[in-house]
């Protein structure tokens, strides 16, 4: 996938050969994303199995701000048997470069990513409690479709 530009962001795919820094910033992501302290660097060598296979079934894609990655997101494909669907997971943007159009790049990276593999719609879920998360999804024309039964997740779909 080639590197796309939106705003004055730059979004790009991380490629296989992640480097340590890298896998510094996902861990300090990640800990911002479950909202935990980050603790030293005990899941280092753990993170970078878990990017590596994560590379294999989708695009990890991220946003750096001098070289250093400030956010990210997972677009993967679920196909089912009758529709071409994507998903986004994971979307993080660290709370230094929030509001500042992050998230909001990487969405739309994420879509035109969806648009160019001719998928019908892109899924994603966010907490009721990330005002701003789900605000920033229906700016960018995702629809509110529901809760999922038995979590407190709301759904959005773009598409269809």
Known sequence: MREKMTGTFSVEVLRKGVEERDIDAINSLVAQLLGKV???NKRSSQNR???T???EVAAIMV???GGSIVGLGIFSEKPTLTHKVGWIDDLVVDENFRRRGVG???IKAMIEAGKDRGLERLNCTCRPEKVP???LCLKVGFKFI???NGTNFHTFEYGS
């Open 49 to 51: 199995r878990t990017v």
């Open 146 to 148: 529901g809760t999922i």
């Open 63 to 65: 946003v750096r701000n």
């Open 38 to 40: 980050k603790k030293g």
């Open 104 to 106: 909001e790049a990487l």
């Open 53 to 55: 296979l994560l590379q």
């Open 133 to 135: 998360a789900n605000n």
